[in-house]
């Protein structure tokens, strides 16, 4: 991400984006090819590339367009005193070029909850006044640079990006957080922000320096609530941030818009993961290691959905998991039984009567020995007893 005064350069972009250092990345060609992109300026489907510009890159987004990007996310304000200049332009041109336009703000404000306020003021008002439409995304852009400190405390950093977002939702848009991978795991509480905001991070994460065409996602930052990930600052060679989306992406009433969206046509509700759930496609395949943390609040699209005769809830374009990890397995006391911890101490709650009816979640835990079921947070009831 470009900031205001700053040129981005390896070192930066290394403490910033958390690049990862590999061996044996492929190399792109060097010719780059015009891709034809179904895109749309009020949605896109997941797995769609995007780009995000500041004042450094031209007023025409026409060469990225060609290239397949189906977005644009335009810096349009850095704290309470500055607007790109060149905003108007860029947004006009990725309506032009059929790209759905979104929105980045340069956060100044660090852990005060008061200013960051201010600044989502700020960020709207020179939003709307450069043309972004109502119910589009602006992004908080919070990172190392301009005076932005970024060591006043995970929960306060946490607390003062949320009152951001919350402003920005409340004058009808869509809030979005980015920032690093390093960063979001070591100077906020993040967990928090996609507890307030699910499925609200932008999250920047490179393999390597340097050109990259299309992302690894076997260097996939690891983390929950990522709908964006930026894989790069020099996309396809256009010397521009690279961006695609690990879930469909659309402006508040606009609909599926897109000839090739992916997202789900099912109402969306919310529901809390009870154990750690691991996601899978709609073959029932592990997707690597992601997965879903205990007590997260997740979107799941539609009903249940019956995979090799498994039961799983749909959380994304090609993303399932098990129903037993949210909504647990019902199962029916043969007789009284008590209530332990996870050390396998009996807690003080009173015996649950042979008969009830109880749902469990997870597979069986062994503790010092014995196997358990997991009933609640930290609460768990002998196997043998079902």
């Known amino acids: 991400m470009r900031r205001r005064f700053s040129s981005k350069n390896f070192i930066k972009t290394i403490g910033s984006a958390g690049i990862i250092m590999t061996a044996g990345i492929a190399v792109a060609p060097s010719v780059l090819q015009t891709v034809v992109a179904q895109a749309s300026t009020t949605s896109v489907g997941s797995r769609s590339y995007g780009v995000d510009i500041a004042s450094y890159q031209s007023t025409s987004v026409k060469s990225s ?198 997202a789900p046509t099912a109402n969306v509700t919310k529901k809390t993961v009870m154990h750690k759930a691991y996601v899978y496609d709609k073959n029932g395949q592990r997707v690597g290691n992601q997965s879903y943390a205990a007590y997260q609040t997740i979107n799941v699209f539609g009903g249940l959905v019956t995979i090799n005769g498994k039961s799983y809830y749909q959380t994304g374009d090609n993303n399932y998991i098990k129903v037993s990890n949210v909504d647990g397995v019902k199962r029916i006391l043969k007789q009284t039984a008590y209530v332990y911890n996870n050390k396998g101490e009996l807690v003080n709650v009173g015996a649950i009567k042979a008969g009830t009816t109880v749902s469990t979640y997870g597979g069986k835990k062994t503790i010092n020995g014995t196997q358990y079921y997991k009933i609640q947070k930290n609460r768990y009831v002998k196997a043998s007893e079902f």
């Open 65 to 262: 367009a060609k290239a397949g990007a189906e977005f644009a996310i335009v810096k349009v304000s850095e704290g309470t005193s500055y607007r790109n200049p060149k905003a108007s332009a860029q947004i006009a041109s990725a309506k032009a070029n059929n790209l759905m336009p979104m929105a980045y703000h340069f956060a100044l404000f660090g852990a005060n909850s008061s200013r960051a306020k201010s600044e989502a003021a700020y960020a709207i008002a020179s939003a709307k006044a450069m043309g972004i439409p109502s119910g589009s995304y602006i992004a908080c852009d919070w990172e190392t640079g301009d005076g932005n400190v970024v060591t006043g405390g995970k929960t306060a950093s946490a607390n003062a990006i949320i009152a951001f977002m919350s402003a920005i939702e409340s004058a009808g848009y869509k809030p979005l957080l980015y920032s690093g991978a390093y960063l979001l795991n070591n100077n906020i509480a993040t967990s928090k922000v996609v507890a307030a905001f699910p499925n609200s991070l932008w999250v920047a994460s490179y393999a390597s320096a340097g050109r990259i065409d299309t992302p690894n996602f076997n260097y996939f930052p690891s983390m929950n609530g990522v709908i964006i990930w930026q894989f790069t600052d020099n996309w396809r060679g256009l010397n521009v941030d690279g961006n695609i989306s690990l879930l469909p992406l659309s402006i508040s009433g606009s609909g599926s818009g897109s000839a090739s969206s992916q």
